[in-house]
Nanobody, 119 residues
């Protein structure tokens, strides 16, 4: 059974930090590209960050560059999103996504974790 289980969300003040985790099971983690997406109320889901199967290449939305870092640990089948200098605009539900390689024919999503940035 495929599972992507996110954790680490919560309430944080502006300027604070959070680290999200996404634990994967039920598929071959090392062959899947991993990404974090987010969806704020009334907005479309958007890509935040992505990482290749080996972790050698990452990409980020312009809005989070220099503040967020995506990484993966093959020994734990887990992908992380370190979020620093958080802003109220970062408030959203954050989702973990797995895409098979090559081609992304198989896509899996986690259930999401809420991140709220507020004073």
């Amino acid at each position: 059974q495929v599972q992507l289980v996110e954790s680490g969300g919560g309430l944080v003040q502006p300027g604070g930090s959070l680290r999200l985790s996404c634990a994967a099971s039920g598929f071959t983690f090392s062959t899947y590209r991993m990404s974090w997406y987010r969806q704020a109320p009334g907005k479309e889901r958007e890509l935040v960050a992505g990482i290749t199967t080996t972790g050698s290449t990452t990409n980020y939305a312009d809005s989070v560059k220099g503040r967020f870092t995506i990484s993966r640990d093959k020994t734990k089948n887990t992908v992380y999103l370190q979020m620093n200098s958080l802003k109220p605009d970062d408030t959203a539900v954050y989702y973990c996504r797995a895409a098979s390689t090559p081609g992304g024919r198989q896509i899996y999503w986690g259930q999401g974790t809420q991140v709220t940035v507020s004073s």
